[in-house]
């Protein structure tokens, strides 16, 4: 074990250039002859003794990794100036081939500065709302007479009447303690004002934490507060809180008490009491499931009490759509909302939501959350309740998702297709090349979906896709690992039957052999295997 870590290390060590025995400006036909004389030499098949045999294939992987990197023009321009360090960066695979020494530089620290970034983001994990409130009221709620004394020729004023921002980010001080540090800018109608907010959290044991915070502001004035969690039992779980605001109306204190538990596998069960300005007393009951989300909620208190009922369905699709509505009713009047989710990229989900409320009239809530960041846009349309201001808040969110999706999202998402499909084919050619010269792995045909067999009903279809070119990208040294996971993540896959049973069928060429096998779509698949050879017919 040892002796195997030393040859390691020195191999770590070992310039390729000295490895193979040629000069730096060795061209590629002299890298050819090297390569080719020393495999001839090291390979394992020539050697019977077991640890002869052992360093063999050892030093022929070596001679074969050096000729890989030096016979690829882009490889060896990386190796030259930053060593076997530079190939280790993440990038290099999407990065224009045609460059010269000073721009592989300039991109290895763009890449290197790329990967710090997302290392910190990672760790300080920062979040983010940006809410932009629009009085769009004129639009409905006008009169001749006042549009007659007008400038501009009567045209409706829509202004931005209010804005909150608000951000955090956090960072681990130990692995028990965090700290959180947050803060929001509020306007509405020209006055306006922020706080600012310092946690530390500590995980005191598997079951339980609790925090500390502090918190100033130019409003309320400073805040200190306490929280505590506790797992009760595996089913239920306790969260106390309390805390001191220092008003210029004086000490106002607070405590909050909520305790909840699984009624059910998809079932909470919720009980809160509120003490402090808005004292309350709520209950609500929670049901989610893989299809639908269901809340039911009762709140007794003071100013406000209330109770509220909602229903989410989940689609099983491709981009998660969702539809919702609720109704709320209280002393404050009742409102009710109804909607829809989408997600529209990998990283981005869009909502739209219109709320139709007496006395609060309609709006029309715009919802963008992108990664960790979120971005909302409420409009309010009218106070009273039209029904042509109900009929454009539903219909027109609708008509320009359409027109966006269709003249946007959709050329942008092909775009995208068609570039990666370029940067494989290209990857793809090289790998087939090296792969034949060895007669190594060469992915003949690769299908991924729902295939449908010869008892399957007439009318049903097949749904699947070509993937082969993405597969050959991930051959590497004669080889195909696939982790159990749903396949439809890799790269160049995508889902073509959301929601049902898939599979992936190999045709593949290892030395010269054809080799055939069928993988379902969670499992973990290995290749070559002699288990997987077609047997020639006699």
């Known amino acids: 074990m040892a002796a195997s870590l030393d040859d390691d290390f020195e191999f770590n060590n070992q310039d390729y250039y000295s490895l193979l025995n040629v000069r730096k400006e060795a061209t590629l036909e002299e890298l050819k002859a090297s390569y080719r004389r020393l495999c001839m030499l090291y390979h394992p098949d020539k050697h019977r003794d077991p640890e002869l045999k052992g360093q063999a294939e050892q030093l022929f992987n070596q001679v074969h990794q050096a000729y890989e990197v030096l016979s690829d023009a882009h490889s060896r321009a990386i190796y030259d100036i930053f060593g076997k360090k530079g190939l280790e960066v993440e990038g290099w695979e999407v990065v224009e081939r045609k460059r010269t020494p000073a721009e592989i530089r300039e991109e290895y620290e763009r890449l290197q500065r790329e990967r710090e970034e997302r290392r910190l983001q990672q760790r300080t994990n920062p979040k983010g709302t940006i809410s932009v409130g629009v009085d769009a009221t004129d639009l409905f709620d006008r009169y001749d007479e006042d549009f007659e004394e007008m400038p501009g020729g009567g ?35 020209g006055n306006g004002g922020g706080n600012i907010n310092m946690t530390v959290r500590r995980v005191t044991s598997a079951k339980g934490w609790g925090e500390l915070e502090f918190g100033a502001g130019d409003i309320l004035g400073p805040l200190l507060g306490l929280k505590v969690f506790r797992n009760i039992t595996p089913r239920c779980f306790l969260t106390a809180q309390c805390g001191l605001q220092f008003s210029p109306r004086g000490l106002r204190p607070s405590c909050s008490l909520m305790t909840a ?42 100013p406000h009490s209330y109770l509220m009922m909602s229903y989410q369905y989940k689609f099983q699709d491709e981009d998660q759509t969702k539809v919702k509505g609720s109704v709320k009713t209280g002393w404050f009047g009742t409102v009710v909302e109804y909607g829809a989710e989408r997600k529209i990229s990998r990283h981005s989900v869009l909502s739209a939501t219109v709320s139709i409320g007496v006395p609060q009239g309609v709006t029309l809530k715009i919802k963008l959350a992108r990664a960790s960041q979120t971005y909302l846009f409420p409009v309010h349309l009218t106070d009273q309740l039209l029904p042509s201001a109900v009929f454009y808040a539903t219909v027109g969110p609708l008509l320009l998702y359409m027109a966006i999706h269709r003249l946007v999202i959709i050329p942008y998402t092909q775009a995208q297709k068609e570039q990666l499909v370029l940067l494989m084919q290209e990857s793809v050619r090289r790998i087939i090349e090296a792969e034949e010269s060895k007669m190594g792995l060469i992915i003949l045909n690769a299908w991924y979906g729902k295939f449908v067999s010869d008892t399957s009903q007439k009318q049903e279809k097949a749904k699947v896709i070509d993937v082969t070119v993405p597969l050959q990208c991930l051959v590497k040294d004669s080889k195909l690992i696939l ?26 060429q290892f030395r010269g052999v054809m080799h055939q096998v069928i993988s379902a779509d969670i499992e973990s698949l290995r290749i070559p295997k002699q288990s997987h050879r077609i047997e020639s017919e006699s």
Not at 155 to 171: D, R, V, Y
Not at 270 to 284: C, F, I, K, V
Not at 490 to 505: A, I, R, T
């Open 483 to 508: 982790t159990e996971s749903s396949k439809a993540g890799l790269p160049g896959f995508y889902d073509p039957c959301v929601g049902e049973e898939k599979s992936l069928k190999l045709l593949y």
């Open 155 to 189: 045209f409706p004023h829509i202004e931005i009447n209010k804005m909150h921002i608000s951000q955090s980010i956090e960072a681990p001080l130990t692995n028990s303690d965090t700290a959180v540090l947050s803060g929001s800018l509020s306007t509405h109608n």
């Open 261 to 302: 538990r699984h009624l059910d596998q998809n079932t909470m069960g919720y009980l809160q009491w509120r003490w402090g300005p808005n004292s309350a007393m709520t209950t609500s009951l929670v049901r989610d499931t893989k299809s639908s989300h269901f809340t039911l909620a009762l709140q007794l208190g003071v």
